[in-house]
């Protein structure tokens, strides 16, 4: 389970890392579900975290923390009119604070979507359409193919190929955050 202390630590290890002065905002991407009994450490740690994080002249106190979750499968699917068009690069906003994407055509068949939901914004300043523009900002910074954008963002791309490395003991010189 999920540990108050341990989010707060990340956080201002993150925070510490930037060495660009104050942090304006943080948003984390968090891979899979958060669920029920999860959501109450997320938001206790976010709190404290921002509180030391101001204390330490890390974050203006204006500064946001926000945890959105991403879940990469399920059945949610979108079409399109045009049977021999594949939907791609494509959002559907289902309320404030979450959305359906599908961001990489499929070989066949339909595009298999991702969902993004907003976990918990310290302040509720930024609604769901902000963050698909994000996620698909940072997607894009991924080249590692020239013909085909991936479907999750780089930092999502890095932990998901360091934990099929770790799985099969092999060592990577370097382990990004």
């Known amino acids: 389970m999920l540990r108050k202390d341990a989010i707060i630590d990340w956080l201002i290890e993150i925070a510490n890392d930037t060495g660009q002065g104050l942090v304006d905002e943080l948003v984390v991407f968090k891979d899979g579900f958060i669920r029920g009994f999860e959501l109450p450490a997320w938001k206790e740690g976010t709190e404290e975290a921002k509180k030391i994080l101001v204390e330490n002249n890390l974050m203006s106190p204006e500064g946001n923390i926000r945890i959105i979750s991403v879940i990469k499968t399920g059945a949610h699917r979108i079409y399109s009119d045009d049977p021999n068009s594949k939907a791609s690069n494509?959002?559907?906003v289902r309320d404030s604070k979450r959305a359906i994407l599908v961001t990489a055509k499929p070989f066949k068949g339909t595009p298999d979507s991702l969902r993004?939901?907003?976990?918990?914004?310290?302040?509720?300043?930024?609604d769901i359409k902000n963050i698909v523009l994000i996620f698909n900002d940072l997607r894009f910074l991924d080249w590692e193919s020239l013909y085909k954008q991936p479907k999750t963002i780089l930092p999502l791309h890095i932990v998901q190929n360091l934990a099929k490395y770790s799985k099969e003991d092999i060592n990577i010189p370097y382990a990004p955050r």
């Open 90 to 92: 494509v959002a559907l």
């Open 116 to 126: 993004l939901t907003i976990e918990h914004q310290l302040k509720e300043d930024l």
